[in-house]
C-alpha cells in the first residue's frame, strides 16, 4: 500500500488532477443511479425491478460519500453536486443517453459499473487515506452489482431472437469509451499515478479488460481487439459528449429544490 498522501501540500496542476478523479468517479455514481431507477418499474420481473430500485440507492449512497470527498482538498460538494450545468459533468460517456430498452440497460450493469469498479478498485489501494477506508464498503456492495449484470448479460447473449444482436450492438458502443476511462493515460491520470492515489493505466486497462472479458466473448468480441476512444476531454477527464440535460436536472436535484436539506 502507498504512504498516506498529505492533502495540505497539493496543489496546482495535481491538487486539479485529484478533484478531477473524484468528481468523475461522483458524477458516474450519480447518474448510473439515474439509468438504474428508470427499471424500477418496467422491469422484466417484479424481483428485477427491486433488484434495480436496491441498485439505485448504492449508487446514489456511493455517489454522496465520493462528492464528499471534496471536503479534504477544502471543496463544498453541495454547489458541486448540485449547481454544475451539463457540460461540466464528468460521467462516463455510456450513461450520457437514457437506454431505451433493458438489454443496453444489462450491458450498462455488466460492463460500465464494473469499470467503475476498476477504477475504485485502484483507488481504494492508492494513498489517499479517505478512499482507502470508505471504498471498500462500496465495493463489497458492487459485488451483488456484478453477480446481477453477468447472469443478465449470459441470459440475453443466449436468447434467440434479437436480444443477443442488441446486447452485441451495445457492448460495441459503450466500450471505447469505457476502455479510455479504465486506462485514463493523460496528464492528469499520470499526476495521480505519481502521486500513488491510483495504480498505472495499463494494469487499470488490463483489470478492466480481464474482468469482462468472458462477458463481451458470448456475443462475439475479442476484448482485446476493441480499442480506446480517442475523442478524450482532459479538463473532465473522459469521451467527449455530456448527459442529457434532463438527467442532469435530476442529478442535480433542480425539482426538488425546495425540499433539499442538507
Same mark, same amino acid.
Not at 106 to 112: S, T
Not at 118 to 138: D, H, I, N, Q, W
Not at 159 to 187: H, I, K, V
Not at 243 to 248: G, V
Given at each position: 500500500?502507498?504512504?498516506?498522501?498529505?492533502?495540505?501540500?497539493?496543489?496546482?496542476?495535481?491538487?486539479?488532477?485529484?478533484?478531477?478523479?473524484?468528481?468523475?468517479?461522483?458524477?458516474?455514481?450519480?447518474?448510473?443511479?439515474?439509468?438504474?431507477?428508470?427499471?424500477?418499474?418496467?422491469?422484466?420481473?417484479?424481483?428485477?425491478?427491486?433488484?434495480?430500485?436496491?441498485?439505485?440507492?448504492?449508487?446514489?449512497?456511493?455517489?454522496?460519500?465520493?462528492?464528499?470527498?471534496?471536503?479534504?482538498?477544502?471543496?463544498?460538494?453541495?454547489? %458541486?453536486?448540485?449547481?454544475?450545468? #451539463?457540460?461540466?459533468?464528468?460521467? =462516463? /460517456? @455510456?450513461?450520457?443517453?437514457?437506454?431505451? *430498452?433493458? $438489454?443496453?440497460?444489462?450491458?450498462?450493469?455488466?460492463?460500465?459499473?464494473?469499470?467503475?469498479?476498476?477504477?475504485?478498485?485502484?483507488?481504494?489501494?492508492?494513498?489517499?487515506?479517505?478512499?482507502?477506508?470508505?471504498?471498500?464498503?462500496?465495493?463489497?456492495?458492487?459485488?451483488?452489482?456484478?453477480?446481477?449484470?453477468?447472469?443478465?448479460?449470459?441470459?440475453?447473449?443466449?436468447?434467440?431472437?434479437?436480444?443477443?444482436?442488441?446486447?452485441?450492438?451495445?457492448?460495441?458502443?459503450?466500450?471505447?469509451?469505457?476502455?479510455?476511462?479504465?486506462?485514463?493515460?493523460?496528464?492528469?491520470?499520470?499526476?495521480? %499515478?505519481?502521486?500513488?492515489?491510483? #495504480?498505472?493505466?495499463?494494469?487499470? =486497462? /488490463? @483489470?478492466?479488460?480481464?474482468?469482462?472479458? *468472458?462477458? $463481451?466473448?458470448?456475443?462475439?468480441?475479442?476484448?482485446?481487439?476493441?480499442?480506446?476512444?480517442?475523442?478524450?476531454?482532459?479538463?473532465?477527464?473522459?469521451?467527449?459528449?455530456?448527459?442529457?440535460?434532463?438527467?442532469?436536472?435530476?442529478?442535480?436535484?433542480?425539482?426538488?429544490?425546495?425540499?433539499?436539506?442538507?
Amino acid at each position: 500500500m502507498s504512504e498516506t498522501l498529505d492533502t495540505s501540500t497539493l496543489e496546482g496542476a495535481n491538487r486539479d488532477a485529484l478533484v478531477r478523479l473524484i468528481i468523475s468517479l461522483a458524477d458516474s455514481k450519480r447518474l448510473m443511479g439515474i439509468r438504474y431507477s428508470d427499471w424500477t418499474l418496467g422491469a422484466p420481473s417484479i424481483e428485477t425491478g427491486v433488484s434495480t430500485a436496491s441498485m439505485t440507492q448504492d449508487e446514489w449512497g456511493h455517489a454522496r460519500l465520493l462528492y464528499a470527498m471534496l471536503k479534504q482538498l477544502g471543496i463544498d460538494p453541495s454547489p %458541486v453536486e448540485h449547481d454544475r450545468p #451539463g457540460e461540466e459533468f464528468a460521467s =462516463l /460517456s @455510456a450513461l450520457d443517453h437514457e437506454r431505451g *430498452d433493458w $438489454v443496453g440497460t444489462v450491458a450498462l450493469i455488466a460492463l460500465a459499473d464494473e469499470a467503475l469498479s476498476t477504477m475504485l478498485r485502484s483507488f481504494a489501494e492508492g494513498s489517499f487515506e479517505v478512499a482507502r477506508t470508505r471504498v471498500p464498503k462500496m465495493l463489497a456492495e458492487e459485488e451483488f452489482h456484478a453477480s446481477l449484470g453477468a447472469a443478465w448479460y449470459r441470459r440475453l447473449a443466449a436468447a434467440e431472437g434479437e436480444a443477443a444482436g442488441l446486447l452485441r450492438s451495445a457492448t460495441e458502443e459503450m466500450l471505447p469509451g469505457l476502455l479510455a476511462w479504465a486506462g485514463a493515460n493523460d496528464a492528469a491520470a499520470r499526476a495521480m %499515478v505519481d502521486a500513488g492515489v491510483i #495504480g498505472p493505466a495499463e494494469d487499470r =486497462l /488490463s @483489470a478492466f479488460r480481464d474482468a469482462v472479458r *468472458d462477458l $463481451v466473448a458470448l456475443v462475439g468480441m475479442d476484448i482485446n481487439t476493441v480499442e480506446p476512444a480517442t475523442d478524450w476531454d482532459e479538463v473532465r477527464g473522459r469521451a467527449s459528449g455530456r448527459p442529457d440535460e434532463e438527467a442532469c436536472e435530476r442529478a442535480r436535484g433542480d425539482r426538488n429544490r425546495a425540499l433539499l436539506v442538507e
